[in-house]
């Protein structure tokens, strides 16, 4: 069996899955709710930075433009293909950090009213 770039991809995704389950396991036993509302701003705050860091170049819209035009059309549509694999799974982890916000808060909201 043939190993593709998106099997590859859904394996790492699913060991970023792996690792913050446990870490939440982790914080949890170590902080309570808060930590897990603390894992999931942070999961969401370093997929939205990585993908408004990949939206605008770091330099200026000149050097991203002489990039692009010496590239073949064949390299453009690899790189737009990465970028479009690479978008996908930071929604997902974004999703899965807006999930531990979601627990967190209402976890710790049911710590408080209990």
Do not use: K
Not at 12 to 17: D, N, S, T
Request: proline residues 4%; positive net charge; glycine residues 10%.
């Amino acid at each position: 069996m043939r190993l593709t770039p998106r099997d590859a991809a859904n394996g790492i995704a699913w060991l970023g899955i792996l690792l913050l389950i446990g870490l939440a396991a982790v914080l949890v036993s170590i902080l309570g709710f808060p930590g897990v509302l603390l894992l999931g701003l942070l999961t969401t705050l370093i997929c939205v930075r990585a993908e408004l860091a990949e939206a605008v170049p770091t330099w200026s819209r000149a050097m991203f433009e002489s990039r692009m035009r010496g590239a073949s059309p064949r390299g453009e549509a690899a790189l737009r293909e990465e970028r479009r694999l690479h978008r996908a799974s930071l929604r997902y982890y974004r999703g899965c950090g807006l999930v531990l916000i979601a627990a967190g808060l209402a976890g710790t909201l049911w710590q408080i009213w209990r």
